[in-house]
């Protein structure tokens, strides 16, 4: 089927233009940004292999790869390695907290020009 082979060259593209990214050790790239990407691949080189894609399947699997690379090396933190997923996972449940009571009203208001302390 030709659409396999469109989706393998989007994926062969990305991979393409994320390869700079993992080369370059000054790079840093947020946790928020990449691991959703990285989840997002896995699931669409799942999908793809469920529906018989299997060149599709395999370039999605590569993108994920590439995501998951910057998510390891290439993000701001303490750490690098697997150890920044389990990190940032961990902390999802405090964000959305943050997030829900930021919604709510009920977190800290944010500061006007006239409160901040002068320089």
Do not use: H, K, N
């Not at 790239?29 to 999908?47: D, E, I, K």
């Not at 993108?63 to 999802?92: D, E, H, K, N």
């Amino acid at each position: 089927m030709w659409q396999d082979f469109v989706f393998l060259a989007g994926s062969v593209l990305s991979i393409t233009f994320l390869a700079p990214t993992v080369r370059d050790p000054t790079a840093q790239v947020p946790l928020g940004s990449s691991v959703p990407s990285m989840t997002v691949g896995a699931v669409y080189s799942f999908t793809y292999a469920t529906m018989g894609m299997t060149f599709s399947a395999a370039g999605a699997l590569g993108v994920a790869t590439m995501w998951s690379l910057i998510a390891c090396y290439r993000s701001p933190g303490p750490v690098s390695g697997p150890q920044t997923i389990a990190r940032f996972v961990a902390s999802l449940p405090g964000r959305a907290r943050e997030s829900v009571a930021d919604m709510l009203g009920s977190g800290p208001s944010p500061t006007t020009d006239a409160e901040q302390a002068a320089d």
